[in-house]
């Protein structure tokens, strides 16, 4: 496993981090017992990094999470979570609900500090009060000691860049905007490097598109994504070759961002994801596949308040 500073925190953090969602059945239903055998084997390949929230699975995934590490010591792994996301249409960005939902995942995940809070998707939310409010309290909750840094997350890049401009967090989670067929996040970075934040890369397969199985019933994409999505799967399938697996090769060569955030919910993901980060890219297969993404380059969908998109 490469590992590569998280910007400014200086975490060294694995390149292939850990993506929690699919601990709260957010891909399909799971088990404690099949979460904590991915938790333990990304552990045993040098896997790292972390990634949940209370809105995965309304706090299930935080909790299987916690089960999970139970027993590993603290200094073995660092854990991101984040706050103001509580359901499909339930956001609060408030400082007092923020400092409460801190000490709610403090005790779900079983530990006493958090080494990284995000804050959710801050698109959904007024971005004056994420500025003059949100930020601000999870700052005094650093001060406090519980968390370690403080980071943003969202869909729209010029949401997190708006209000990173004003301010410059530790981090920037991004996703769905470094894959095959969308490669925006690489024109974003920059600025929010200059000011050294690290940069986090999620969702590589685009929260399941690229992939064989295809997305959950769920998933936002326009219709002519998820098209060209099914179609890239065939083309893969048909020469014998995974589409997530090229799809991840393709985040992790050269990439825009310090770690790429995969969901895993099996030991068979963990293995594969882990086995196709050591292996040697394909580029003229991953060029071939970019080819066929033409038609659909850069498409993406509207999340949030229409003002933040
Ligand atoms: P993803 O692109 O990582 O895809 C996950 C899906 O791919 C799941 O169905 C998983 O089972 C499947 N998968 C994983 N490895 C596979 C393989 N080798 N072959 C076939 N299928 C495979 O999407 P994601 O999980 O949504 O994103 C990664 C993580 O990033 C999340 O779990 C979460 O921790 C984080 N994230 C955060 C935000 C945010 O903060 N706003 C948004 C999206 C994702």
């Given amino acids: 496993m490469n590992y590569r500073v998280l910007g400014r925190t200086g975490l060294r953090v694995s390149m292939l981090g850990f993506g929690g969602a699919p ?70 960005f408030s400082a007092a609900r923020v400092a409460a939902s801190v000490d709610e995942s403090l005790a779900r995940l079983g530990c006493g500090h958090l080494d990284l809070i995000q804050v959710h998707d801050l698109e959904f939310g007024h971005l004056e009060q994420i500025v003059a409010e949100t930020l601000p309290a999870l700052d005094r909750l650093r001060a406090g000691g519980k968390v370690r840094f403080i980071g943003i997350t969202g869909l729209p890049l010029r949401a ?3 209000v990173h401009a004003h301010w410059p967090t530790d981090t920037v989670l991004s996703y769905c ?73 393709f985040a992790l060569t050269d990439p825009p961002a310090d770690t790429t955030l995969v969901g895993m919910r ?34 993406t969908w509207p999340s949030g308040r229409p003002e933040n998109n």
């Fill in 23 to 92: 601990l709260g059945s957010a891909y399909g239903p799971t088990t404690q017992d099949e979460s904590t055998a991915a938790v333990r084997a990304a552990l045993a390949a040098g896997i790292n990094y972390f990634d949940t929230a209370p809105y995965y699975g309304a706090t299930t995934a935080e909790t299987a999470l916690g089960r999970a590490l139970v027993g590993v010591p603290r200094e073995a792994y660092l854990l991101a979570t984040k706050v103001g996301r509580y359901g499909l249409d339930d956001f609060d």
């Fill in 160 to 162: 997190l860049t708006v």
């Fill in 177 to 249: 905007h470094h894959c095959l067929h969308d490669t925006t996040l690489a024109d974003a970075a920059p600025a929010w490097r200059a000011c050294q934040s690290g940069v986090i890369n999620a969702s590589p397969l685009a929260m399941g598109l690229l992939s064989a199985a295809g997305p959950p019933a769920w998933h936002p994409a326009p219709p002519a994504l998820k098209q060209a999505c099914a179609a890239a799967a065939a083309f893969c399938r048909a020469r014998g070759r995974s589409l997530a697996e090229v799809a991840l090769q």
């Fill in 266 to 299: 099996t030991t068979e993901e963990v293995r594969l994801n882990v086995a196709a980060a050591a292996a040697p890219p394909d580029l003229e297969f991953i060029a071939t596949l970019q080819k066929r993404f033409a038609p659909v380059r850069n498409l």
